[in-house]
């Protein structure tokens, strides 16, 4: 397995081979929230008592933040009988060194990355670990994300699109990895990603999926979200 080569920058990973930071260098968190969670309305759509499962499939696991952004979400909205299943990809993984130095950057993340790296070499190791209480499992696709996702059967219902710029990772973004996130998408599966990129936009559209702009985090001006819709598809 190849693992990240990181360099920090002022306490920041920052991937060498991609030259493009894992998170805004504004506020990683915040991003998260906004880009990630708001973006695909995880907070409202949690609160449903009814609510038994959720699926949120991503593309580049990297430092596990918006993992456990979502996990922290999910414990504290979601019925607490109900399990969140997180199936992200990533083609680099952080060693262990390197990610108990990311996250040390949060230490108000502490309570949910502790359980985490206590099982990272597991997770890595087996690609699947249930954590808080069993009311999350993680599971990590080693390799590139448009290969693994071939391999799924899963039924996503929300799609964290991360896995650096298009302009510096281009062999990601490609019609292939949409198709692979159409056909494991229903209906109202959501997607968010930080990129405005007209290839990201064109090639989710013509997969099916219904994409708006809003404002991006920070500095950006833009980022894209929306939703699969069975009457897009083909268009
Ligand atoms: C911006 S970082 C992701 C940050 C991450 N979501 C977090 O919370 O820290 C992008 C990640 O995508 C991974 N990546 C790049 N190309 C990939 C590919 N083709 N398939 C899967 N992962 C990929 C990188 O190794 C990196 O970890």
């Not at 979601?78 to 993984?93: D, G, R, T, V």
């Not at 693994?148 to 990601?172: C, E, I, T, V, Y």
Request: aromatic share 12%; hydrophobic share 40%.
């Amino acid at each position: 397995m190849t693992y990240a080569t990181l360099e920090w920058k002022a306490g920041q990973p920052f991937a060498s081979a991609f030259q493009d930071v894992y998170f805004s260098s504004d506020n990683g968190l915040l991003e998260t929230e906004y880009v990630f969670l708001q973006g695909n309305d995880l907070a409202q759509r949690w609160q449903q008592p009814a609510l038994e499962s959720f699926t949120i499939a991503e593309t580049g696991f990297g430092t596990g933040l918006n993992f456990l952004c979502a996990a922290k979400l999910w414990l504290e909205t979601a019925p607490e009988a109900a399990m969140l299943n997180f199936i992200s990809a990533e083609k680099y993984p952080l060693t262990l060194a390197d990610i108990k130095t990311a996250l040390q950057l949060w230490s108000q993340l502490d309570t949910w990355s502790t359980p985490l790296l206590a099982q990272y070499a597991t997770l890595i190791h087996t690609g699947t670990i249930r954590l808080y209480d069993n009311r999350v499992q993680l599971t990590l696709m080693r390799g590139d994300a448009c290969e693994q996702l071939r391999q799924r059967h899963d039924d996503a219902d929300a799609w964290f699109l991360d896995g650096f710029s298009p302009a510096k990772n281009p062999d990601m973004w490609q019609a292939a990895l949409f198709e692979q996130m159409a056909r494991l998408s229903h209906a109202g599966s959501t997607f968010a990603t930080f990129t405005s990129a007209g290839m990201v936009r064109r090639g989710l559209m013509s997969a099916g999926f219904k994409v708006s702009k809003r404002k991006g985090f920070g500095k950006k001006r833009e980022m894209l979200h929306g939703s699969w819709t069975e009457a897009c598809h083909g268009n």
